[in-house]
């Protein structure tokens, strides 16, 4: 009697904890590259440090990463929640308590992409740069050629110096 009574609870604490729960957990880790490296990381508005770095997120939520690095635009990566096998797993075996026990907690779901690799580019901005000519070298008309990263002209600026 006492076997089937501990058998009894057993199967029904089972049955009240979701599979996904038990497998993996309501987190998730999320494996953040940059290239360059050294470039910070935000998450949801919040800085977590800089690449590379392995951060732990909520599986129920979709999520915002944001890599900056001075001298380069930031760029911004979506992180998706949809539900996992887990899911199925206790509309096999834990029944709807599982189920719903998983769905709340956020045990049900997975992050995608689990690993994601920024390379960042270049900003276009000169911003802040400062173009040094020496006074020999300035005639009445001076053009300033920039380029993009293949060498390819991407704007010619043509400057006409005149004497105050």
């Known amino acids: 009697m006492k076997l089937s009574l501990f058998s009894s609870i057993a199967i029904c604490l089972w049955m009240a904890i979701g599979c996904g729960t038990i497998i993996h957990g309501t987190m998730q880790d999320i494996t953040i590259n940059s290239t360059p490296a050294n470039a910070a990381l935000w998450v949801d508005g919040v800085e977590m440090g800089k690449t590379p770095a392995t951060v732990n997120l909520r599986r129920k939520d979709e999520h915002q990463i944001r890599v900056v690095k001075e001298g380069y635009r ?13 899911l199925f797993g206790n509309i096999l075996f834990g029944g709807l308590i599982g189920c719903i026990v998983d769905l709340s907690n956020g045990a049900a779901y997975s992050l995608s992409p689990d690993e994601i690799t920024i390379n960042l580019a270049q900003a276009d901005s000169i911003s802040g740069t400062t173009i040094r000519v020496a006074p020999d070298d300035l005639q009445r008309i001076h053009r300033v050629r920039f380029t993009d990263e293949t060498g390819e002209t991407a704007f010619l600026l043509t400057v006409n110096w005149e004497e105050e």
């Open 74 to 86: 930031d760029l911004e990566v979506k992180v998706e929640s949809n539900t996992n096998g887990a």
